[in-house]
């Protein structure tokens, strides 16, 4: 699985593949990062990339010409790019995304900056739009790696124990039960008696019952689908 990240501020996101798994997946093969800047891409002579909103309207806007030619350039060496752009007007990006997009071989993520960028790049370019949430960052990168991220862990091998993804939540509509760890008692809490019996029968069972009550109480929206 190939990512391939279009921003204005490439360092912003380099970091993010530095540690953990996703630098163990980059050194396994199992996932490829690369990056493209607009700005390389600009034929204005003072390198600009963005322009004032036609029509008026508060901020720049990021122009069209340096987003079609990176995203032309991208196609051109890789058939199987498929485009998505980060921007709060869109619909929710969702677990079912993630797992969904993890079969795609190439991803291509247009990271927004500024009031977002000119509308006909998405006509004629992109493939999907996505939200993070209702709410407006300084720029598209953080949606980017959140987006990447959630993808990269259902890429098969990326995570170290498979059966980690379908334990958790939103699997089935459900978010996920409590946890414990060690001590089985901290501070005078202890750890719900049933899951230190081994009875894994009676166990799931009460995951499950905990499961829905959780997501009734903080997701009631998801409760209704279950």
């Known amino acids: 699985m190939r990512f391939s990240f279009v921003s204005l501020f490439p360092n912003l996101l380099k970091g993010y593949f530095s540690e953990s798994i996703l630098k163990r997946a980059i050194e396994d093969k199992k996932i490829y990062i690369d990056f493209y800047n607009p700005r390389d891409y600009t034929k204005d002579k003072h390198r600009r990339v963005d322009a004032t909103i036609i029509g008026g309207g508060a901020g720049m806007l990021m122009t069209a010409q340096p987003l079609m030619d990176t995203l032309k350039e991208i196609k051109k060496d890789s058939s199987d790019a498929y485009v998505i752009v980060l921007s ?13 997009l993890a079969n795609k071989r190439h991803i291509v993520l247009v990271s927004g900056r500024y009031e977002g960028i000119d509308e006909r790049v998405i006509e004629e370019e992109v493939d999907e739009l996505f939200s993070i949430g209702d709410f407006i960052l ?3 990168e953080l949606a980017s790696m959140a987006v990447c991220d959630a993808i990269s862990r259902n890429v098969v091998d990326v995570l170290g124990n498979s059966d980690s993804l379908s334990m958790e939540s939103f699997e089935d509509s459900l978010l996920e039960a409590p946890a414990f760890t060690k001590p089985k008692n901290y501070e005078d809490n202890e750890v719900i008696s049933e899951f230190l019996k081994g009875n894994h029968s009676k166990i799931t069972d009460l995951k499950r019952r905990l499961a829905l009550c959780k997501t009734k109480y903080f997701r009631p929206d998801l409760y209704k689908k279950v």
Not at 89 to 98: E, Y
């Open 88 to 100: 709060p007007v869109a619909k929710t990006f969702t677990q079912n995304d993630a797992k969904r």
């Open 138 to 140: 300084t720029g598209g």
